[in-house]
Nanobody
Framework: QVQLVESGGGLVQFGGSLRLSCAAS????????MGWFRQAPGKEREFVAA????????YYTDSVKGRFTISRDNAKNTVYLQMNSLKPEDTAVYFC???????????????????WGQGTQVTVSS
């Protein structure tokens, strides 16, 4: 069982920045594929970014490319999502997810991940 705890959400103005953190339990964190997803009210959960084991390749949905950066610190068992130039349409609950190795699924699909955090609210005011 892997436990995930997100933090760093909050209220920010248009154009502002936030950094989300997701701390994971487990001794094999470095082998996890990690994803960030978000869900706005009345909408489905959508892929935001992923960092894939073993090469730490990163992937982003088109709407956040150039604004968001996913990274990981294996020594701290933590994955980050740096969000810059935030827009009101980025408002959502953000979730991190773990895909255990070997991750053979599609990193964009929520059901292909094994564990989820409880989510952290991000609100961007216009």
């Amino acid at each position: 069982q892997v436990q995930l705890v997100e933090s760093g959400g909050g209220l920010v103005q248009f154009g502002g920045s936030l950094r989300l953190s997701c701390a994971a339990s487990g001794r094999t964190f470095s082998t996890y594929t990690m994803g960030w997803f978000r869900q706005a009210p009345g909408k489905e959960r959508e892929f935001v970014a992923a960092i894939r084991w073993p090469l730490s390749n990163t992937y982003y949905t088109d709407s956040v490319k150039g604004r968001f950066t996913i990274s990981r610190d294996n020594a701290k068992n933590t994955v980050y999502l740096q969000m810059n130039s935030l827009k009101p349409e980025d408002t959502a609950v953000y979730f991190c997810a773990v895909g255990r190795a070997p991750f053979l699924g599609d990193y964009r699909i929520p059901s292909h991940y094994d564990y989820w955090g409880q989510g952290t609210q991000v609100t961007v005011s216009s």
